[in-house]
């Protein structure tokens, strides 16, 4: 599954439980400020998968990530609405 906002995405949940980002997309997705907000946020939820060229987070850490995963997406998208 993959949320997207302007035809970006801007996380990808997987069946095998891991989740992924496009970090090039979070810029056009939700704009430059909040994109670049979006992006250091994610730094401090999952440092080392956001290290990597196509981010990925292991199903095992994602499980325990996900809510506070779907509450910075929440909030960027409701940001960028308002």
Same mark, same amino acid.
């Given at each position: 599954?993959?949320?997207?906002?302007? &035809?970006?995405?801007?996380?990808?949940?997987?069946? /095998?439980?891991?989740?992924?980002?496009? +970090? #090039?997309?979070? /810029? +056009? #997705?939700?704009?430059?400020? %909040?994109?670049? @907000?979006?992006?250091?946020?994610? @730094?401090?939820?999952?440092?080392?998968a956001?290290?990597m060229?196509y +981010?990925?987070?292991?199903? &095992?850490?994602?499980a325990?990530?996900a809510?506070s995963?779907?509450?910075?997406v929440?909030?960027? %998208?409701?940001?960028v @609405? /308002?």
């Amino acid at each position: 599954m993959v949320l997207k906002r302007r &035809d970006a995405g801007l996380i990808e949940v997987y069946g /095998s439980g891991k989740i992924k980002f496009r +970090p #090039a997309k979070f /810029s +056009p #997705a939700l704009g430059e400020e %909040l994109g670049d @907000e979006y992006r250091r946020r994610l @730094e401090r939820i999952v440092p080392a998968a956001m290290k990597m060229e196509y +981010p990925s987070v292991p199903a &095992d850490q994602a499980a325990k990530l996900a809510p506070s995963l779907l509450e910075l997406v929440r909030e960027m %998208l409701d940001r960028v @609405e /308002s």
